[in-house]
């Protein structure tokens, strides 16, 4: 399998394409953890028509800005304790896996401790670290305060969110780019062109299927966490003043084989080996797979327990945990953006709160079933992703209160508002990584110019 993916990579640089790595985020959906329910084939079978556009011409975005905006403001005013005190129960059920996770950890590989590792991990960022690092709780909470948590140190990155990715690296990838570029061509995570190799080959689609399914259990360590690292080092450099070299493609992904042997032809990444060794990769390779399973097999080796067996099987339950985690993250991450109900855009970047912006962040977006903070935690909150986008800086909480009522305003302003099951959205979302589907287009003629950045 990973021979496959190695040689569908290699096939893809060679004709210049982008590598697959980026695609290790959609890769998962063919890997879900339970198969699809009826609902979800029906919700898939009902394709877009050809009038899927027609609101775009009676739209009054102005009108639509200030509904969406009032909201917003009112959410962010009702912010306080329930906020925390939810925040702090979500931390308590991520911290009773990692403690269920870690006391068995030197038994024998076993599903239990497979399933509490990868949630303690999957819940820590998708959840916690996520909405953190966004803001969602600044001003309400000292510790959980996106300028302190998991930056400055790798004390820090190993008590908050210790992870395959540099959180300063994803703070920028993420936050800044993504969230402010959605569906745009500067977006890192678009998958229509992070997949255009895979899309374009020749191949069976089978085959295809096997490629992504066969990297989705370690896209992170592959591709997100050099990527990332490449961004925060072009950021770096912007905010410096000095030049970036002509020949590294801000846009081109980079992955963990690049970083250390780049192929004949590929364009510099600007990132040092051995930068992104120290400074990325190592700390967790030391931190999570050999300094947490050592004082449990150092007091089993105390009672006169055989020291080497037991430390073969806490590496295994994190080795494979890990890869679960990668499994399960995905699972829930691609499918927010992909799908051809939703739209990609030509032109941008749009002036952060305007109408545009705010459309775009719903008609770019689609969530999953919501409601219920055990099915919420399932999802790791990324069932919420159309509210996430409309107002990046609230509360777990608050995207919760808030569903139901940017509903009712894109359905006042005939703005579409996707939401199906996981299993649907994974559906369309494999059309458009194997190359059987598209985006849909928004014209760049149906856009108000008033709503870009001068330039642009």
Same mark, same amino acid.
């Given at each position: ?45 009902? #394709? ?16 639509? %800005? ?12 009702? %912010? ?7 925040? @702090? ?34 819940? &820590? ?14 001003? %309400?909470?000292? #510790? ?5 948590? !998991?930056?400055?140190?790798?004390? @820090? ?23 402010? &570029?959605?569906? =745009? ?23 295809? #299927? ?27 450099? &912007? ?34 080996? +051995? ?31 055989? !020291? ?14 890990? +890869? ?9 991450? !691609? ?71 940017? @509903?009712?305003?894109? =359905? ?6 996707? %939401?199906?099951?996981?299993? !649907? ?14 985006? #849909? ?16």
């Amino acid at each position: 399998m990973a021979a496959i993916v190695s040689v569908l990579c290699a096939i893809g640089y060679a004709r210049g394409g982008l590598p697959l790595a980026r695609s290790s985020r959609m890769a998962v959906r063919m890997v879900a953890l339970s198969p699809p329910t009826a609902s979800d084939l029906d919700a898939y079978a009902a #394709r877009p028509d050809a009038d899927a556009d027609a609101w775009v011409k009676s739209v009054d975005l102005d009108a639509f %800005q200030a509904d969406v905006m009032a909201l917003g403001r009112r959410l962010k005013a009702e %912010q306080g304790e329930d906020d925390v005190a939810h925040l @702090r129960k979500i931390v308590g059920w991520s911290n009773a896996c990692g403690a269920v996770g870690v006391l068995s950890l030197l038994l024998p590989p076993n599903p239990l401790t497979i399933a509490a590792l990868s949630t303690w991990t999957f819940s &820590r960022w998708t959840m916690i670290a996520h909405h953190t690092c966004h803001g969602g709780y600044n001003g %309400q909470d000292e #510790r959980f305060n996106s300028r302190v948590f !998991a930056v400055g140190s790798t004390v @820090r990155r190993a008590a908050d969110w210790f992870d395959w990715m540099l959180p300063e690296a994803w703070n920028v990838e993420h936050n800044n780019l993504h969230h402010y &570029r959605l569906g =745009e061509i500067e977006d890192p995570d678009l998958v229509e062109r992070n997949l255009q190799t895979l899309r374009e080959m020749p191949l069976p689609m089978p085959l295809k #299927r096997v490629a992504v399914a066969a990297i989705a259990g370690v896209w992170k360590w592959f591709y997100y966490a050099p990527n990332t690292f490449k961004q925060l080092k072009l950021a770096e450099a &912007r905010k410096a003043g000095g030049p970036i070299a002509p020949d590294v493609d801000p846009h081109a992904a980079l992955t963990l084989n690049s970083v250390f042997v780049p192929l004949p032809g590929e364009a510099p990444s600007g990132v040092s080996a +051995v930068d992104f060794m120290a400074t990325v990769m190592l700390p967790y390779l030391v931190g999570h797979f050999l300094v947490l399973p050592l004082p449990m097999v150092a007091a089993a080796a105390a009672l006169g327990l055989p !020291a080497l067996p037991l430390f073969v099987n806490a590496l295994t339950n994190l080795l494979v945990a890990d +890869v679960v985690s990668n499994v399960h993250s995905f699972i829930v991450i !691609a499918t927010n953006h992909a799908g051809d109900d939703l739209y990609r855009f030509e032109k941008g970047p749009a002036r952060v709160n305007s109408g545009t912006w705010y459309m775009r962040s719903v008609v770019s977006s689609a969530n999953f079933r919501t409601g219920g903070d055990v099915n919420d935690f399932l999802h790791g909150w990324l069932n919420y992703q159309i509210e996430h986008h409309v107002w990046p800086n609230l509360s777990m909480l608050s995207y919760q209160k808030s569903a139901p009522e940017l @509903r009712a305003i894109c =359905e006042k302003h005939g703005v579409p508002y996707v %939401q199906e099951g996981v299993f !649907a959205r994974l559906a369309r979302l494999t059309d458009i990584m194997i190359g059987k589907t598209s985006m #849909r287009e928004y014209k760049p003629e149906w856009e108000k110019p008033a709503d870009f950045v001068a330039g642009a």
